[in-house]
């Protein structure tokens, strides 16, 4: 009687060509699928996530929030985030997201991949998008707020506007070529993971300093207010209007820690957009 059996050898080859058929029309599937959300559009050995907004037409030109994300976190985070991407999904606005290497950023001097990294990410997006690139917006939270200094000090002129939580360049005497059109900083005095950066004799107004200085802000024209979002989350604003080619610096702090507040980007949005 012939035996029926498939021969060991032979299974074994045919059980792992079968696994490298699968992966290969897995990894195909994969690709063809569009980047959006929590699915990576990849750059290299890392990538970004990108969100439209509701009610996007589909081919009217979109502003953009280059968000980057804070220590130990991914893109995906931030296209999730409540604070973030709730306030750009409903102001027509497109929210992208990049990776940071080992999920961290390279902020502390000029040297550094990021900054190219993330002029890749725009250009990528904009083969994806149709991105309005006179509205290109830059923020980010604790050491993506400091990444977010560190790309608007390199290309501060494409920058119309920065949105920075809790976060600043090391060194405020950085030696950037221009400032952001619109600058706008939130800080908590009593954060205790990216200290308030005081100045020598105790200013409230040092964390800008650098964009006062390369704006060409009139240090004795800044005007004080106050505003709130909830009873907890109320802010002292300091605003100069008075800079060199109308490039205004604002500086919001309230009395908590290290988080992004409730309402604060939404508000920066409302600004923008709007009426200054």
Known sequence: MRNSLVPAGLLIVSIAAFLAMMAHQIKAEASSVPCHGEVVCPIGERGYHALEPDDWDGTS???????????KRQGYHVVKHPRIAAATRTKGILLIAPNGLNRSWDFWGKDTDDVPFALEVLEDAAKRWPIDQSR??????????????????????????????????????????????????????????????YGPKGELTHPVRLWLDKNGCDDGTDTVSSWNVTKKDNFIRHTWLNCRNEKPVRLDIHPRGHFIPSGWINRQLDEILGPE
């Open 136 to 197: 290109i917006y830059v923020s980010g939270y604790s050491w993506g707020s400091s990444m977010a200094w560190r790309f608007a000090c390199h290309h501060g002129n494409r920058v119309a506007a920065l949105l920075a939580i809790s976060g600043v360049l090391p060194d405020q005497n950085e030696p950037c070529e221009t400032g952001p059109l619109n600058v706008r900083h939130v800080h908590g005095l009593k954060d205790t993971v990216l200290d308030f950066p």
């Open 61 to 71: 030109k979109l502003p953009v929030l280059l968000h980057f994300h804070g220590w």
